[in-house]
């Protein structure tokens, strides 16, 4: 199954590249951690309005989401997203002192030969 170009959505989302030492003013380690992103990737994709029937039975019973976000396998090995990725759907990439402020995260993907859907949860 393949996107139709007319339903694809730009959205914008950020792969996690791991944690850093916060230093305090002297240039010492304070204990905490802060999370690493990579740069604002912008892509297109088919996301859908809301979760129903047809697309519980992809993940299952018992998980809960919001919307799915659908593409190529391609472009999903191409933008390497995994279940630690954040996205900003219908927002702009807004961040907070260096805090991204998205608004959903992943909760499950499921990939087939040529399609990948990804379940992410809002954080409202």
Known sequence: ????????????????????????????????????????IVFRASVSGAKGSSQVEIFGTDISYDKTISMSRNLFEKLKFDENTVFFIGVPAKFDNGTPLYNYTVKRIAETVNQVVIAVKSND
């Open 1 to 40: 199954m393949r996107n139709a170009r007319a339903n694809e959505t730009v959205i914008k989302a950020l792969n996690y590249k791991g944690t850093e030492d916060v230093l305090d003013n002297e240039g010492y380690k304070t204990g905490e951690k802060k999370v690493k992103y990579s740069p604002v």
